[in-house]
C-alpha cells in the first residue's frame, strides 16, 4: 500500500515537470551569421589533371548562396555578412572573361546581405574579433565554403600557382581569434575536405566553440549544400 501511494505520488510530480525542449536552432536575435568563402582555381592548369578542381568557378560561391537562403528560411530576419576571398576571384574572372565580382555582387543585392570581400587572412581574423562590438553582437553561426586540408582552409588553391596555396587560416594562427566572439551555443562548420581529421580540436582548443570537419573529402553540389565523398567519410566535431 505504502510502495503504490509511492508511486503515485512520483507520476503526479513527473507529470507537473516541464517537458526538455530540443536544443533550438539559431534565431535571428542570436548574434551574427557569417559565410566565409574562399576562391577557386583555375581551370586552364586543373582541366589536365586526372582529379581537376572546380570546373565551375560558381562552386563556393553557389553552395554559400544555398545556405544564405536556407539561413533565411529558418532565422527570418538574421543579420548575415558575407565574406569573399577576392583576388581568386578576379584571376578567374580574367581567364573566363566574365564579370565574376558583379555576379557575386548581385548573389548580394539578391538576398540583401552585407558582402566584405577581403585580400589577407588578417582581414577575416580582423573581422571576426571586431566587425561588430562582440560584446553585444556574437557570432551566432559561422561556416566555410572554399579548398582545405586536415591543418588550414587555403582561401587561395591552384589559382596563383598551380597546386599551391598563397593566402590560408591554419589551426597554427588560430589561437589570434578572441575566445568569446561566438555565443555560447553558436554552429560552426567547415563544409570542405579533411577539416575533422585535425582543425577542428584545434579549433575547440583555441575559441571554446566546437566546430562540425568532414572526416575525408566532400563534393561541391549544384543545387544541393556540400555532400560526403570518401569512402567512410563523415562529419565530427
Given at each position: ?38 576562391g ?44 569573399v ?5 578576379l ?9 565574376l ?52 582552409w ?25 575566445r ?16 575533422g ?14 566546430m ?8 561541391y ?13 563523415r562529419?565530427?566535431r
Open positions: 500500500m505504502r510502495r503504490s501511494l509511492l508511486l503515485l505520488l512520483i507520476i503526479f510530480l513527473t507529470s507537473l515537470a516541464p517537458l526538455r525542449a530540443a536544443d533550438p536552432a539559431p534565431t535571428a536575435a542570436s548574434g551574427e551569421f557569417i559565410i566565409l568563402t574562399g577557386v582555381s583555375m581551370w586552364v592548369w586543373e582541366k589536365w589533371k586526372a582529379q581537376p578542381h572546380d570546373n565551375w568557378w560558381m562552386n563556393f560561391v553557389r553552395a554559400s548562396r544555398l545556405r544564405i537562403e536556407q539561413i533565411q528560411t529558418e532565422a527570418p530576419g538574421a543579420q548575415i555578412t558575407w565574406l576571398y577576392r583576388p581568386a576571384y584571376n578567374r574572372a580574367k581567364q573566363e572573361n566574365n564579370d565580382l558583379g555576379h557575386i555582387a548581385s548573389v548580394r543585392d539578391a538576398y540583401k546581405v552585407k558582402l566584405i570581400w577581403f585580400d589577407k587572412t588578417e582581414e577575416v581574423i580582423s573581422y571576426l574579433n571586431n566587425g561588430q562590438d562582440r560584446s553585444r553582437v556574437k557570432i551566432a553561426d559561422f561556416e566555410f565554403f572554399g579548398h582545405s586540408n586536415k591543418a588550414c587555403m582561401f587561395d588553391y591552384s589559382n596563383v600557382i598551380d597546386s599551391a596555396s598563397k593566402a590560408w587560416l591554419h589551426q597554427d594562427d588560430l589561437n589570434k581569434i578572441r568569446g566572439i561566438f555565443s555560447r551555443d553558436a554552429f560552426v562548420k567547415s563544409w570542405s575536405c579533411h577539416s581529421e585535425s582543425m577542428t580540436a584545434r579549433w575547440r582548443s583555441a575559441t571554446g566553440v566546437s562540425i570537419g568532414a572526416v575525408g573529402k566532400t563534393q553540389m549544384t543545387d544541393e549544400l556540400p555532400i560526403l565523398s570518401s569512402t567512410g567519410g562529419w565530427t
